[in-house]
């Protein structure tokens, strides 16, 4: 059976999510679509890739998803299919997948060209309906991905879906702040592993031009209540939490407020 996920920006009154899944069933009925969400923020990229990348690794092996944040449908940006070690991604060349496909190691990406595999009438304001869901379709029907168009090297990368690493040092920026105020970065625990950072040791934030030290830990619980701390969280990111407390109201941040960790304290 194939699983192809949806995630979009369009809200769950409109009508577009149910025509995207009547395309993809039209061309492949057997098609197990699961939505991810249809609540993101209207037109906030950064916020589709850390959902999208949150959720897709949970997912079977040979997964499809479609994601549909695309505040630039219609101009010059491109279409595009990433194939990764597990999972395929269908979606607007404009950062959205990347996030997602860096974590699940991207193997090849191609521009979705060839007009076998969208409808017959494209329109200029939809092309999460008459692109990319019969490309996630006819992708889950066994075509290649090299059969939908060429493979580019070009593709957007936006700034939130890799930290700078240097000397023991991340450079890197707030992803997400949930409900519980924890500071969600875009430091993944694979970037932390490679530098063999242990639990109980010290690091040094800078955020906004404020100084702290914190200790890594496992749980929340690894400091007393209201303290501050950093650990990895259920989304495999560092976070910047207080335990029991709101880190955000603390630290007085928001999403894209740039950090720097430093992991070389003891």
Known sequence: MS??????DFGLKDPYVAEMKAVILSIHPQACI??????IEKFNIQMGAFVLASATSYFPEGTIHVAVVDPGVGTKRRQIL???????????????LMLAAEKGGIRHVHEITNLQF???RISKTFHGRDIFAPAAAHLAKEYKPSDFGAEIHDYVVPKFAKPSIREGEFSGEVLHIDDFGNIITNISNEDIKKTGLQEGCMLRLRLKSRFTKLRFCATYGGVSAKIPLALIGSHEFLEISVNQGNAAKKFGVKVGDGLVVSLNQR
């Open 118 to 120: 969208m409808l017959p």
């Open 82 to 96: 990433v194939q990764t070690k597990r999972a395929f991604y269908v979606g607007p060349d404009n950062g959205v």
């Open 34 to 39: 699961v939505d991810i969400s249809h609540e």
């Open 3 to 8: 699983i192809i996920t949806l995630l979009s």
